[in-house]
């Protein structure tokens, strides 16, 4: 866990969209994940060699759909390119699908915790926030539905995102009420504070803990552009 300074926020889109990539493989609708690696003078690898953006290029491609990569890693890899720029076509169309459903929910529910969990590791303003919380593990789901998505403190000392099955038990639970209610929560529009006293989420556990996971969570969605 290291403060990354101004790369900050480049490096949380990046993990975003590796994130997304890969709960849609484990979807079975694309071929790989796409890792992403912070390079020298100010570039973001996404998906191996190949498709390589200067850190505001890739943020305006995530907030634009497009955006022009570097050229010449783009030529010498050309096959692996193309894949990767496939993938990341099948991530938005997901996310910007007219249907709210349980797939895009749990991508975009996926994509901003990791967001969520990048401000914990890598932004020293957030760093301490959770330093005491490293035995919480927080399961994030929705009801009537499969979307399970663990936030915790991993054996490599960061924090990580996981979905589905999971060995642990949760310390803190926080379930909304359906896939519309989570959705609302995505792209901004749930209000954290009436949202448990009108029945639109049920919480459980370490309260403290989870206000501050929604508040770097919303620290994320005012800071990194999304998609949504």
């Known amino acids: ?69 570097q050229v010449l890693p783009l030529i010498l890899n050309l096959k692996n390119s193309l894949e990767s720029i496939y993938i990341l076509l099948k991530i938005r169309q997901s996310l910007l699908s007219d249907v709210v459903n349980s797939e895009k929910v749990s991508l975009g529910l996926i994509a901003g915790l990791s967001g969520t969990a990048a401000f914990a590791n890598y932004n020293l303003n957030y760093i301490k926030l959770l330093k005491e919380h490293r035995n919480e593990v927080v399961l994030f789901t929705v009801a009537n539905s499969a979307i399970d998505i663990w936030f915790y403190f991993s054996s490599d000392n960061v924090w990580v995102i996981k979905s589905g099955p999971f060995s642990l038990n949760a310390t803190t639970i926080f379930t909304f009420k359906d896939l519309s209610v989570a959705y609302n929560a995505i792209t901004g529009w749930f209000d954290h504070l009436a949202g448990p006293a009108i029945g639109d989420v049920k919480i459980s556990g370490n309260l403290p803990f989870l206000d501050k996971v929604g508040y770097i969570s919303r620290k994320v969605q005012q800071q990194v552009p999304s998609i949504l």
Do not use: W
Not at 5 to 18: E, F, K, P
């Open 1 to 69: 866990m290291k403060d990354l300074g101004r790369r900050v926020i480049a490096y949380t889109a990046a993990l975003s969209i590796q994130a997304s990539s890969e709960e849609l493989h484990k979807r079975e609708k694309v071929s790989r994940v796409l890792k992403v690696k912070l390079l020298n003078d100010d570039l973001v690898e996404v998906g191996g060699p190949g498709l390589c953006f200067e850190d505001t290029k890739l943020l305006k491609a995530v907030a634009s759909g497009f955006a022009i990569p």
